[in-house]
């Protein structure tokens, strides 16, 4: 069962499930924040030798340490810590332009990090249902202002004000697997001030 | 009426690419130009053969980019029910014939970072539109492994390794060449997509190595277009139309609703895809499906049929048609 329940939406808003080990020839996993606990979890699955053939990557965010020594238990055959995405996004791009086919991805955590990966890896022809997801933490997202085309990451209200021009933006669930992010437009073109409160994302 | 909108074409050449293949170009009538396609796709060529109408789906193989004409290659099989007989027989320069608007069941998906292609015998058809279209845009990493029975039986081989010298390998029965499918599924780019044309038993093959190599579902793609299997002839109720209808030993369940005068959807007519899926309101005996279209668990249901490839044996069978 998933850990984070979400309200059912348009088919556009992505939905996550339960990383389970598959069988393949090696493992790509990506995590940040509370994601590690997902690759934890599915450690406890795996066959035995999987993370012989196991990369990952995990950005710790705000959790720190938490999950540091845990992860690292597991002696995946190669292991990398990062303090941000775009810090890890030429290796996670590295890895994946120099993988073969027979490689599974599993990717868990905040929507952001799912998203970006994805991103990289459906770049490369790679189909979006055969990566795994899991969603755990937060649930902010990133948005895209379809009027500046700005990004502001982690928004966890509704409306927000786009980083870029500073509009108001309502937060839809209308999503692009290609920019890794939800849409965000305008929500007092109409009558502009009349910005309704702003409320937490859940 | 159903089906994709028609065409009507004369048939402008007929050149016999070896002792099994024929080629067949056909230009509009009317002098205009041809509906534009994508790579893989078929067109349903429509046959009088003595009075029995024959709709056989052929890929297109002629280059996308060219509107001017069609082109289908055409294996004789002496044992089928006729289609290709009477292609090979009967269909000569300057005849006018019906054919159908392209429809695409296996296209090339774009997004691949790379497309390896497998064609066994008369399955190359649609990887030389493909190969074409690939190459016209000039955005296609391809390589193709063709199985074929001899080399004179290899149509278009010595072409493809003429044009693709790195991307061709062609694989001789009678000297016991085979594709050497574990070395080839091995370092694949990621993102990498396969795709399979060819007797099922090839089919089967490559897509369970692949599976079992932990390739993506999406990546892989296969057609095959089953011709309907003649058996034993049985009766069918249509309960819509309020017509019995006799299906003969050498006649589909389809063409036989048709010759009844009942207008029923088709698209491929070789099971593949999916639009002449019928609801079976009542059925005493056994299906014998064949199409690919219907999960295995709608197949032991017997609530659905696809007429164009699946027939019936038993007491009654009563369609919703
Ligand atoms: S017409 Fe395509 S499956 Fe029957």
Sequence with gaps: ?202 | MAGAAKISVKVIDVVEVNELVKRFKFERTDGGLMPTFSGGAHTVVEMNDQGTRRLNPYSLMSSPTDRSAYTISVRRDDEGRGGSLYLHNHVKPGMEMTISNPVNLFSLDLRARKHIFFAGGIGITPFLSQIKQLSAANNGHFELHYAVRTASLGSYADELLEHFPNNVDVYHDDKDQQIPLDKLLEGQPLGTHIYVCGPKGMINWILSGARKAGWPEQALHYEEFLAPEPGKAFDVELAVTGKTIHVKEQQSLLEAIEAAGVDAPYLCRGGACGMCETQVIRSEGDFIHNDHWLTDEEHASGEKIMPCVSRFDGKSLVLDR
């Design chain 1, 1 to 202: 069962m998933p850990k984070t329940k979400f309200e059912p939406s348009i088919i556009s808003r992505p939905v996550y499930g339960e990383l389970k080990p598959k069988n393949g020839k090696s493992h790509l996993l990506i995590a940040d924040v509370e994601g590690a606990q997902a690759i934890l979890d599915l450690a406890k699955k795996a066959p035995t030798g999987f993370f012989n053939q196991a990369h990952i990557i995990y950005i710790p965010r705000h959790t720190g340490e938490t999950y540091l020594a845990k992860l690292q238990k597991l002696n995946a055959k190669q292991h990398y810590v990062g303090p941000s995405f775009g810090a890890a996004q030429q290796r996670i791009q590295r890895v994946l332009s120099d993988a073969h086919n027979g490689l599974q991805i599993y990717l868990a955590g905040s929507e952001g990090l799912i998203g970006q990966a994805m991103r990289e890896a459906i770049g490369l022809g790679f189909p979006h249902q055969a990566i795994q997801t899991e969603h755990r933490g937060s649930k902010a997202r990133r948005m895209q202002c379809v009027h500046c085309k700005g990004v502001t990451e982690d928004v966890s209200t509704d409306p927000f004000e786009c980083s870029h021009c500073g509009l108001s933006l309502f937060v839809r669930d209308h999503y692009s697997r290609r920019l890794a992010a939800f849409q965000g437009v305008c929500v007092d073109a109409e009558d502009p001030g009349n910005v309704p409160d702003k409320m937490e994302i859940t």
